[in-house]
């Protein structure tokens, strides 16, 4: 019974969706946003929006952030509507421009007359879509039909944003992407060019509640495919020692805790008051790199983007051979080309951070730095404007009522 009225409930929103299209025209200057699905105001399409108001755009444009839960505190002329509700289909329907940095669902077809901007959220290191020899998350069962759903989902992009050369390539053959692709770096980087000062940084921790008188460690974790709950939730099981972290370390140091936006878990972190603060998805990352003195991850693409400020990175891989053997692969060799140490135990990290010499991981960090942020130099965001721009013209244009 269950599944026969969430299959009539999608099939309704598709149908409400389609006759939308059908009805309503596309509005000429009509630009909507989100970020992962409506969790967040973040990543690339947040540095996207926040330049365009910079810039007054947001005055002329009829701007639409979508949003799962709550509200977020936004700037400029924009509206909020809430993900996924009847606003949000009429909106999807009548935008002229979508910025997005994930897969929206499948049947949000993309009408003539409207230009799909598809961000992405990082490089890959662990394997995507085509490249992928098995799936483990949550709702698909099969690779065949998962790959097949990712490439439908991809024909609707127009353009593509990639970081280096090295994405451009995996993209698109990972993706079969074959319109598009711009290779000018990430918008939700420009603000490590712009505001990794001293006095922008002091000014972050304060606003962020974080104490100036310590060394911060950012601690931030990618998801694991086959680490979810019975109701399909992605779970955050930690392999590392808070506890030991913050009795070695806690006189020295806090720990900032920011894991994957598929995690959904409320983790109690009362005990480690005062040495570890967590921050939630609706904290954007690239505010969290700025006041970090370090970086300690494990596969997650946030190496990349950290990587710019050449701050000293730490990679706590306790389940090495199950990630790469099992779940994912990489694309490199994680081992050769990660730009610090390597640790498998709460124990030899510790040992790491208290023993760092930069000298000795100089020339890979290097390297690392010369092939995967070769793009960023802090001015994507105004790319991607001019952009749009084009796809919005100042002149009274033509709308469109056809799908494609």
Same mark, same amino acid.
């Given at each position: 019974?269950?599944?026969?009225?969430?299959?009539?409930?999608?099939?309704?929103?598709?149908?409400?969706?389609?006759?939308?299209?059908?009805?309503?025209?596309?509005?000429?200057?009509?630009?909507?946003?989100?970020?992962?699905?409506?969790?967040?105001?973040?990543?690339?399409?947040?540095?996207?929006?926040?330049?365009?108001?910079?810039?007054?755009?947001?005055?002329?444009?009829?701007?639409?952030?979508?949003?799962?839960?709550?509200?977020?505190?936004?700037?400029?002329?924009?509206?909020?509507?809430?993900?996924?509700?009847?606003?949000?289909?009429?909106?999807?329907?009548?935008?002229?421009?979508? /910025?997005?940095?994930?897969?929206?669902?499948?049947?949000?077809?993309?009408?003539?007359?409207?230009?799909?901007?598809?961000?992405?959220?990082?490089?890959?290191?662990?394997?995507?879509?085509?490249?992928?020899?098995?799936?483990?998350?949550?709702?698909?069962?099969?690779?065949?039909?998962?790959?097949?759903?990712? /490439?439908?989902?991809?024909?609707?992009?127009?353009?593509?944003?990639? %970081?280096?050369?090295?994405?451009?390539?995996?993209?698109?053959?990972?993706?079969?992407?074959?319109?598009?692709?711009?290779?000018?770096?990430?918008?939700?980087?420009?603000?490590?060019?712009?505001?990794?000062?001293?006095?922008?940084?002091?000014?972050?921790?304060?606003?962020?509640?974080?104490?100036?008188?310590?060394? $911060? $460690?950012?601690?931030?974790?990618?998801?694991?495919?086959?680490?979810?709950?019975? +109701?399909?939730?992605?779970?955050?099981?930690?392999?590392?020692?808070?506890?030991?972290?913050?009795?070695?370390?806690?006189?020295?140091? *806090?720990?900032?805790?920011?894991?994957?936006?598929? *995690?959904?878990?409320?983790?109690?972190?009362?005990?480690?008051?005062?040495?570890?603060?967590?921050?939630? %998805?609706?904290? !954007?990352?690239?505010?969290?790199?700025? /006041?970090?003195?370090?970086?300690?991850?494990?596969?997650?693409?946030?190496?990349? !983007?950290?990587?710019?400020?050449?701050?000293?990175?730490?990679?706590?891989?306790?389940?090495?051979?199950?990630?790469?053997?099992?779940?994912?692969?990489? =694309?490199?060799?994680?081992?050769?080309?990660?730009?610090?140490?390597?640790?498998?135990?709460?124990?030899?990290?510790?040992? !790491?951070?208290?023993?760092?010499?930069?000298?000795?991981?100089?020339?890979?960090?290097?390297?690392?730095?010369?092939?995967?942020?070769?793009?960023?130099?802090?001015?994507?965001?105004?790319?991607?404007?001019?952009?749009?721009?084009?796809? *919005?013209?100042?002149?009274?244009? +033509? /709308? =469109?009522? !056809?799908?494609?």
């Amino acid at each position: 019974m269950g599944k026969w009225i969430y299959k009539t409930a999608k099939n309704a929103v598709v149908l409400v969706y389609r006759l939308m299209c059908g009805i309503f025209p596309v509005k000429k200057n009509r630009v909507v946003f989100d970020s992962s699905l409506g969790k967040s105001y973040a990543g690339n399409p947040k540095h996207i929006y926040e330049y365009l108001v910079a810039n007054g755009y947001d005055i002329q444009w009829d701007c639409i952030w979508f949003y799962e839960h709550e509200k977020y505190d936004i700037p400029g002329m924009s509206r909020q509507v809430r993900y996924g509700r009847l606003r949000y289909l009429y909106y999807m329907a009548t935008a002229k421009v979508w /910025v997005f940095d994930t897969r929206q669902p499948e049947f949000l077809i993309r009408r003539k007359g409207t230009h799909y901007i598809q961000t992405w959220h990082g490089t890959p290191l662990k394997r995507l879509a085509l490249d992928m020899e098995d799936v483990f998350m949550v709702g698909e069962n099969d690779i065949d039909t998962y790959k097949e759903h990712f /490439v439908r989902n991809v024909n609707t992009w127009d353009y593509l944003i990639s %970081q280096n050369p090295f994405s451009s390539t995996t993209f698109r053959r990972a993706f079969d992407f074959r319109k598009e692709l711009l290779e000018i770096g990430y918008p939700r980087n420009d603000i490590l060019f712009r505001e990794n000062t001293p006095e922008a940084i002091r000014r972050y921790r304060r606003n962020l509640g974080l104490p100036l008188d310590k060394k $911060i $460690i950012l601690y931030a974790p990618t998801w694991r495919d086959d680490e979810y709950s019975e +109701d399909d939730r992605y779970e955050f099981r930690p392999q590392i020692s808070f506890e030991k972290l913050q009795e070695e370390l806690g006189d020295e140091y *806090i720990m900032i805790v920011k894991y994957h936006y598929l *995690i959904m878990d409320a983790v109690d972190w009362s005990p480690y008051k005062g040495f570890v603060y967590h921050f939630d %998805q609706s904290r !954007d990352i690239a505010e969290l790199f700025l /006041v970090s003195d370090m970086l300690v991850t494990d596969y997650s693409s946030v190496m990349f !983007d950290f990587s710019i400020l050449q701050r000293p990175m730490f990679f706590f891989a306790y389940d090495f051979y199950k990630y790469k053997n099992e779940l994912r692969g990489f =694309y490199f060799s994680y081992r050769k080309e990660m730009p610090g140490p390597i640790s498998s135990t709460t124990e030899e990290l510790i040992e !790491d951070i208290r023993h760092y010499n930069p000298e000795e991981y100089s020339e890979r960090y290097h390297k690392f730095m010369e092939k995967y942020n070769s793009a960023d130099d802090g001015k994507a965001s105004g790319h991607v404007l001019d952009l749009m721009t084009t796809l *919005i013209p100042a002149r009274r244009q +033509d /709308v =469109y009522y !056809d799908t494609e």
